[in-house]
């Protein structure tokens, strides 16, 4: 059990909650570990290269969501499936969002740890 590579960020969520920064943790690790180009279209990778990706997403998705992706090889494959189902959360979030955002005033709130709370939550 010592070999288990603890987990960097937090694994995604099956209730979509947490796609947005999940999507972004990913893209950033696969940056450091210069993979990022494995889970892009019109891809040539090596299998090693494929192998590491797919163990990477495999360990950073929720235990519902692996068995989706236990037959899959192609690093893709499960990043395209994945953005299909939950990218519909830009065009929900996002938005709300950038008005929470733009709202946010520092006079609205009696403490500066209110204010840090709603700023966070954001």
């Known amino acids: 059990m010592a070999n288990i590579e603890n987990r960097k960020f937090i694994a995604l969520d099956i209730s979509e909650k947490n796609y947005l920064s999940w999507i972004l943790d990913v893209k950033l690790h696969l940056s450091v570990k210069k993979l990022r180009h494995t889970i892009d279209k019109e891809n040539a990778v090596s299998n090693e290269e494929r192998v590491t990706t797919l163990i990477l997403l495999r360990h950073y998705i929720d235990d519902n969501l692996k068995y989706e992706y236990l037959t899959v090889e192609n690093p893709l494959e499960p990043r395209e499936n994945l953005n299909y189902m939950f990218e519909h959360l830009k065009v929900v979030i996002l938005p709300k969002a950038l008005n929470d955002w733009s709202q946010l005033r ?11 709370f709603m700023l966070f939550k954001i």
């Not at 520092?106 to 840090?116: H, I, L």
């Open 106 to 116: 520092f006079q609205d709130f009696k403490t500066v740890s209110e204010y840090n």
